[in-house]
């Protein structure tokens, strides 16, 4: 390739200058039946580079203009284009053709759509999404959608095969919701970037939601339950004490904090969330975690909840156990000190907590209760007590009641012949 000198230069067509700290390619090309379409590409790199980078653009463009598209179409009828040879020798058009034809492919742009959504989580912007929504979307791009599609090229998707793909998928409908979700967000990427000109899967028949069977305990059983975990008295156990008898979900729990426990007052303010990021390759494996402070889930989230006597009494004595331990070593307690500790003096995290709750149960013979269970048999419990719905949200740090009620209040057995008998009294 010739040498680019300071002025501008002319290579097969294409124009090069140098720009600021780099250099800029550009051309105008003329097409049959439509306008004169200028075309630039920058590289801080080399003149090579913005000419390597022009030459895919040329390609791009005259196969969306030969499709007579909005979009890029399939790249392929790129060997049907006329006159391309005038920017290109066969060699730099195969090569140009081949890292389109692979920008294109399904699995490459959803990497391009999981970058866009990690720049996204930066909590900085004013809109951003957390990171356990991106790990979220990771799974099923990589467990299911990838091996199914990972080699097409985005626009050789269509309705029908998408159809098929979530006939045939075994898994609950929520699966395949979870499935639709990540496949629609990255369609809706690929038409935002004009690599296809509609969504084909946007009118998909999917399964009918179901409600999810979520175990919660009743009034009764939280009593015995905070019998035992009182007698037992490790901080992961006191942790899940606490977010039974307050509803914290867990990243709040394992994010508290003393200067957010008033005992005066008889109120814990939920203001910090401690949570495990994971970090990923481009191959979506993960490679490291990080764990640390972050915000809470939405702003409805931070809030304020009042102490039942005997959270109190739990909490007042890790306290003062906790003062005395760091006595030995000289040392006070700090207010920004986390409430409850592993062994290694670090809080836990939501995702390690939920291989404790397994051996808690079995160890005193407990029904089937999740950690996240704990949230929801408090939000039952204060229904059955009679808590005013909106007062209720409040506590759970709900934007509205009908997330409340539709997800996080169950209706017990007794709860249900009370009602009934309440009729004929």
Known sequence: MVKVQEKSKTYNGISVRKKGNGFEARTTLEIDGFQSIPLSRYSSISDKEAIKRLQEAIVETYNRVNNHTEGYGNISKARNIKNIDKYMNSGEKRKAIEKINAKNKFCNVAREWIKDKQRQADPDKSRHISHKTIEAYLFPLKTKLIPAFGELSIDEITQEMFQEYVDNRKGSPK???????????????????????????????????????????????????????????????????????????????????????????????????????????????????????????????????????????????????????????????????????????????????????????????????????????????????????????????????????????????????????????
């Open 175 to 425: 699966t395949v919701r979870d499935d639709y979700v990540v496949m629609n967000l990255i369609m809706k990427f690929a038409k935002k970037n004009k690599l296809i000109k509609d969504n084909p899967i946007e009118n998909t028949i999917l399964p009918e939601k179901r409600k999810p069977e979520i175990s919660y305990l009743t009034e009764e059983r939280q009593e015995v339950w905070l019998d035992y975990m009182e007698q037992d008295g490790r901080q992961w156990v006191l942790l899940f004490a606490t977010l039974l008898q307050t509803g914290m979900r867990p990243e709040e729990g394992c994010g508290l904090k003393w200067q957010c426990v008033d005992f005066d007052n008889e109120v814990i303010i939920v203001e910090n969330a401690y949570k495990e990021k994971t970090i990923y390759d481009e191959n979506f494996n993960p490679i490291d975690h990080i764990h640390e402070d972050g915000e809470l889930k939405t702003l409805e989230s931070y809030r304020t909840i009042p102490m039942r006597p005997r959270i109190k009494k739990i909490l007042k004595e890790l306290k003062e156990r906790r003062i005395e331990e760091l006595a030995l070593s000289h040392r006070k307690l700090k207010k920004d000190d986390y409430v409850f500790l592993n062994v290694n003096g670090d809080p836990y995290v939501p995702e390690r907590l939920s291989n404790k709750m397994p051996k808690f149960r079995r160890m005193y013979n407990l029904e089937h209760c999740t950690v996240y269970g704990l949230r929801h048999s408090f939000a039952t419990l204060c229904s059955e007590k009679g808590v005013p719905d909106i007062v209720l949200k409040e506590l759970m740090g709900h934007a509205d009641s009908s997330t409340t009620k539709q997800y996080y209040i169950h209706i017990s057995l007794d709860r249900k012949k009370r009602e009934i008998k309440r009729l004929w009294e």
